[in-house]
């Protein structure tokens, strides 16, 4: 099976309703992914997972063979805390704080093989790659 993977859109800053930005009028950027992760063979997501667990990490439910290239996190609550640690096949695991929506791309010598959250919140996740 072959599954497309997108995201698309735009980062963009501008001045606020009130004009009071000190920049240059803002920027905006393209939002994708590299395009060998533009499409997969296999994907783990779960809407509405709810993690309440401040003491120790809560391993998110992945197939055993895969071999994640593109993690996508987005919190439901207003002020999601926690960290998420991502463990990498060849480099290890390492820890990030979330305050937000998180889009991680890996390397295909390099894919993520696992990812737990610590904390308390209900959030939408995917990783998408390939069978290992």
Same mark, same amino acid.
């Given at each position: 099976?072959?599954?497309?993977?997108?995201? @698309?859109? /735009?980062?963009?800053?501008?001045? +606020?309703? *009130? #004009?009071?930005?000190?920049? *240059?009028?803002?920027?905006?950027?393209?939002?994708?992914?590299?395009?060998?992760?533009?499409?997969?063979?296999?994907? #783990?997501? @779960?809407? @509405?997972?709810?993690?309440?667990?401040?003491?120790? $990490?809560?391993?998110?439910?992945?197939?055993? *063979?895969? @071999?994640?290239? !593109?993690? $996508?996190?987005?919190? #439901?609550?207003?002020?999601?805390? +926690?960290?998420?640690?991502?463990?990498?096949?060849?480099? +290890?695991?390492?820890?990030?704080? !979330?305050?937000?929506? !998180? !889009?991680?791309?890996?390397? /295909? /010598?390099?894919?993520?093989?696992?990812?737990?959250?610590? +904390?308390?919140?209900? $959030?939408?996740?995917?990783?998408?790659?390939?069978?290992?």
């Amino acid at each position: 099976m072959s599954l497309a993977v997108q995201l @698309q859109g /735009t980062f963009s800053i501008r001045p +606020g309703a *009130d #004009n009071s930005s000190k920049g *240059d009028g803002g920027c905006q950027f393209g939002v994708h992914l590299q395009t060998t992760h533009a499409s997969a063979t296999i994907e #783990n997501s @779960q809407q @509405q997972a709810f993690i309440d667990s401040t003491v120790s $990490f809560v391993a998110l439910p992945i197939s055993s *063979d895969m @071999q994640g290239l !593109v993690f $996508f996190f987005s919190p #439901n609550d207003s002020t999601p805390l +926690g960290s998420i640690r991502v463990t990498y096949s060849t480099s +290890g695991a390492v820890t990030l704080p !979330v305050r937000g929506a !998180v !889009v991680l791309e890996a390397d /295909t /010598t390099d894919h993520i093989s696992g990812v737990e959250f610590q +904390g308390s919140a209900t $959030f939408d996740w995917a990783l998408t790659g390939t069978r290992g």
